[in-house]
């Protein structure tokens, strides 16, 4: 039956998040020309949370849950698991008071209205993934932007999503490179549920129906911690919020 209704309500969601995006590629060009980084960033929020909210075209709840007073003086390595493309809108609305940049593909940075322009003046690290040296120099570059600027960054562990909803391993090095800049960076594992079974058929049908989460889960401390330690507290932590817990013996050979 989701699927079905995916059918109808599919051409819906992708007219008006297509719409929205062109509406605001201008704006956030027009907003970084006149008045700077602080306006562009207002235009990336709004924007941000119309294309969330256009997941209520297919009937899709959006849930999101954080009970920690996170502090805003402070740069966060926001850890999550990755399952759609929609987890990114969700993620740049819930946590725009701590300014949270992407480590994105550098292919993505031409061509997409309002995506492209964000992510050339945004702040975030655009990396190109045959090119291991240039990846981890934007890497470092946005870690130094983080510790001037008191941003954030969003990282996903797993390096590619996971279309089953199944958490893949996480890898430690995006981690370690930016704590090796901002080593008082707090680690925040985010946990993402359901937003796999939007995309479950491809790019269409969507379905619909889905009841998408986004939960901050407890920090981790970086201090006496090595990257691969805070990685693997950070995934086991969101294992246990999505009951895909690993199996002790597992947990500790990992480690």
Not at 71 to 98: E, G
Not at 121 to 143: M, T, V, Y
Not at 191 to 204: C, D, L, P, Q, Y
């Amino acid at each position: 039956m989701s699927k079905l209704f995916g059918y109808i309500l599919s051409p819906i969601f992708y007219i008006f998040f297509g719409l929205f995006l062109c509406i605001f590629h201008p704006i956030q060009w027009l907003c970084y020309k006149l008045s700077g980084y602080k306006a562009h960033k207002v235009s990336v929020d709004v924007l941000n949370f119309f294309l969330t909210y256009c997941q209520l075209f297919l009937f899709n709840s959006i849930s999101f849950k954080n009970t920690y007073n996170l502090p805003t003086d402070r740069p966060i390595i926001f850890a999550a698991n990755h399952q759609s493309m929609y987890d990114i809108p969700s993620l740049i609305w819930f946590l725009r008071k701590y300014s949270a940049k992407f480590i994105s593909k550098i292919e993505l940075a031409k061509g997409i209205p309002s995506i492209s322009i964000n992510l050339r003046l945004g702040g975030g690290a655009n990396i190109n993934r045959k090119d291991n040296k240039q990846a981890i120099s934007e890497i470092i570059k946005l870690g130094r932007r983080m510790k001037e600027n008191n941003w954030s960054t969003v990282i996903f562990p797993e390096g590619t999503r996971a279309k089953d909803g199944q958490v893949k391993t996480f890898q430690f090095g995006g981690i370690a490179t930016i704590l090796k800049v901002v080593p008082n960076a707090l680690v925040v594992p985010v946990a993402i549920e359901n937003s796999w079974k939007i995309v479950r058929f491809g790019m269409f049908p969507l379905t619909t129906g889905n009841a998408l989460k986004w939960t901050v889960l407890s920090s981790i401390e970086p201090e006496g911690k090595t990257a691969n330690e805070i990685t693997l507290e950070a995934e086991n932590a969101i294992r246990k919020v999505l009951g895909q817990e690993l199996e002790e013996n597992k947990v500790s050979g990992t480690a």
